[in-house]
């Protein structure tokens, strides 16, 4: 159907005549071809057509005494029609494709997210490199940029950069503040979880790990100890690095199919609220957790004072076993999970992903398993 209204044009009209079954017989007799007849009164209908019988529809309708109205037209004719009028409009049309497919090949914005020293020292260096607005996008080394970033400020810590469609965008992780211990006793810098690490700058002590390497906590990262090789006389130093790894954690919670929560226990009472100036005072039942319906409200003769008094019901609440909705157990397991995450993962990380899985129990309960990966400060000092 698609096709031939494409291939031959289309188009959809509104006739009103006395016979409707009559009229429609002699468009078949006449060879035209009539679809998605729909009857709207008793005598309207809307019928769809081929562009080419419309003239002859129209003196069909003049020999009946018919109306004809047009509601819609399309397919190839009116597009052709169309390209007929606007001789320049193909040349646009091709113009703009051909200014898409180039403008999609560089880069056409630039977002820079991290201190704002640090971003402000990143312009300057992509700028220096040549990159920005306008620069071809199969010319941008992402990971080699992020390299000369984290190198060549010791106010960045880590760097990322890749491309998103059109957009370049930079992340900075700012490094971190660190003072020498005030007697200056040698020390060691060890992994304090699980990770790989992404980068590290090590200011005083000697390098153990790089780049790219998977760590176990506990491993010793950067040593205290700079002894040459061949030397009698021990030499050890205070230990100072910035250390960025990717750690991932792993939470499970479970939430059972009841909990206790505020129910009605029958206990009623009638309540009044006073309304003035936009607030309100209630008067207080007998028991102590409640919850108030007010069903009716009337204004108080108090002289110029716009008092409203409302009266209401008071139903007693107490906690009570419930049975929990599939929606209410999956919010209290992200609340949970959430409380979970805050305590174990530092505030100064920077999250990358994060992703739940969840699994109904035997018991109808739901369990909730959230993994997240994070970029942070890796290693603690220990004294040697």
């Known amino acids: 159907?698609?096709?031939?209204?494409?291939?031959?044009?289309?188009?959809?009209?509104?006739?009103?005549?006395?016979?409707?079954?009559?009229?429609?017989?002699?468009?078949?007799?006449?060879?035209?071809?009539?679809?998605?007849?729909?009857?709207?009164?008793?005598?309207?209908?809307?019928?769809?057509?081929?562009?080419?019988?419309?003239?002859?529809?129209?003196a069909l309708s003049e020999e009946d005494g018919a109306s004809v109205?047009?509601?819609?037209?399309?397919?190839?004719?009116?597009?052709?029609?169309?390209?007929?009028s606007r001789p320049l409009l193909p040349v646009f049309m091709i113009a703009a494709v051909i200014a898409l497919i180039l403008l999609s090949r560089r880069v056409l914005a630039v977002r820079i997210s991290g201190d704002d020293e640090a971003c402000a020292f990143a312009e300057a260096l992509l700028e220096?490199?040549?990159?920005?607005?306008w620069t071809p996008i199969s010319g941008i080394d992402g990971?080699?940029?992020?390299?000369?970033?984290?190198?060549?400020?010791?106010?960045?810590?880590?760097?990322?950069?890749?491309?998103?469609?059109?957009?370049?965008?930079?992340?900075?992780?700012?490094?971190?503040?660190?003072?020498t211990a005030g007697d200056g006793r040698a020390c060691s810098i060890y992994a304090d979880k699980d990770c790989v690490i992404r980068s590290i700058a090590v200011r005083d002590g000697r390098e153990l790990v790089s780049a790219g390497e998977a760590v176990k906590k506990g491993q010793l990262l950067v040593s205290g100890d700079i002894t040459p090789d061949g030397s009698a006389d021990i030499l050890l130093t205070h230990s100072e690095a910035e250390i960025i790894g990717e750690a991932a954690y792993r939470f499970?919670?479970?939430?059972?199919?009841?909990a206790l929560a505020p129910v009605r226990s029958g206990r009623k009472e009638s309540i009044v609220r006073i309304g003035l100036f936009g607030g309100?005072?209630?008067?207080?039942?007998?028991?102590g957790e409640y919850e108030a319906e007010f069903e009716s409200a009337a204004f108080l003769d108090a002289g110029a004072l716009p008092i409203r008094v409302f009266?209401?019901?008071?139903?007693?609440?107490?906690?009570?076993?419930?049975?929990?909705?599939?929606?209410?157990?999956?919010?209290?397991?992200?609340?949970?999970?959430?409380?979970?995450?805050?305590?174990?993962?530092?505030?100064?990380?920077k999250i990358i992903s994060k992703t739940t899985e969840q699994f109904r129990t035997d018991e109808g309960g739901l369990m909730l398993t959230v993994s997240v990966r994070t970029i942070e400060r890796i290693g603690y000092k220990r004294y040697l």
């Not at 220096?128 to 607005?133: D, I, N, P, S």
């Not at 970033?149 to 700012?174: H, Q």
């Open 69 to 84: 109205r047009i509601l819609r037209r399309g397919g190839s004719s009116v597009y052709t029609a169309c390209l007929r």
């Open 311 to 349: 009266r209401g019901t008071a139903y007693e609440l107490i906690l009570a076993e419930t049975e929990l909705r599939s929606e209410e157990m999956l919010a209290e397991a992200l609340r949970l999970a959430e409380q979970r995450l805050k305590r174990s993962i530092p505030a100064s990380a």
């Open 143 to 179: 990971p080699a940029l992020a390299e000369k970033l984290a190198l060549s400020s010791p106010k960045i810590a880590y760097a990322s950069v890749r491309t998103e469609g059109v957009i370049l965008r930079a992340e900075l992780y700012a490094a971190e503040e660190t003072e």
């Open 1 to 58: 159907m698609f096709l031939w209204k494409y291939s031959h044009g289309y188009v959809i009209i509104n006739i009103v005549c006395d016979r409707v079954e009559k009229f429609l017989n002699k468009l078949l007799l006449s060879g035209i071809s009539a679809h998605n007849i729909e009857k709207r009164g008793r005598n309207d209908f809307i019928v769809t057509l081929r562009t080419r019988d419309l003239d002859a529809v129209r």
């Open 128 to 133: 220096a490199e040549g990159v920005g607005r």
């Open 280 to 287: 309100s005072v209630d008067s207080r039942p007998s028991f």
């Open 252 to 258: 499970t919670v479970e939430v059972g199919p009841t």
